[in-house]
């Protein structure tokens, strides 16, 4: 069994969070420290630690994940100039909290997809 984290908590609403849509698979809630006008993640709620971890089994609620996030995406009036999805998988990735999410990033142009190397 994975180890829960703060995400888990999150979705039991067992702490406070600015919960943006919530169903029997997903849940999405602003993220604390905002990168963007709309910096939303989106979770499994069961707890799937990274990308390295999904299972068949997981399909259903990683397929949810992308359709949440386009309905989001279309409520926050992201949809016509367009926005970023990143999942980050552990170190290399720089993924903080292994409980396996989706950013939803818009509002402004974000940019290249990665730093430039010198
Ligand atoms: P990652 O680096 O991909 O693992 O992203 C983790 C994200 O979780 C970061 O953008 C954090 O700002 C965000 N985060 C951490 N704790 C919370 C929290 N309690 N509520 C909302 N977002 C959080």
Do not use: W
Not at 14 to 43: G, K, M, W
Not at 44 to 65: H, W
Request: contains cysteine; charged residues 25%; glycine residues 8%.
């Amino acid at each position: 069994m994975a180890e829960e984290t703060i995400f888990s908590k999150i979705i039991r609403k067992e702490i406070p969070s600015e919960i943006a849509y919530q169903d029997d698979l997903v849940t999405a809630f602003r993220d604390i420290n905002p990168q963007a006008p709309t910096h939303i993640l989106i979770v499994p709620n069961k707890v799937i630690p990274t990308v390295s971890d999904v299972s068949c089994e997981d399909e259903a609620a990683l397929g949810r994940m992308f359709s949440v996030a386009a309905r989001l995406a279309e409520e926050e009036g992201l949809s016509g100039d367009g926005y970023r999805l990143i999942v980050n998988c552990r170190d290399h990735g720089g993924q903080e909290v292994y409980h396996l999410h989706m950013h939803l990033l818009g509002g402004r142009p974000l940019g290249p997809m990665l730093a430039r190397r010198q």
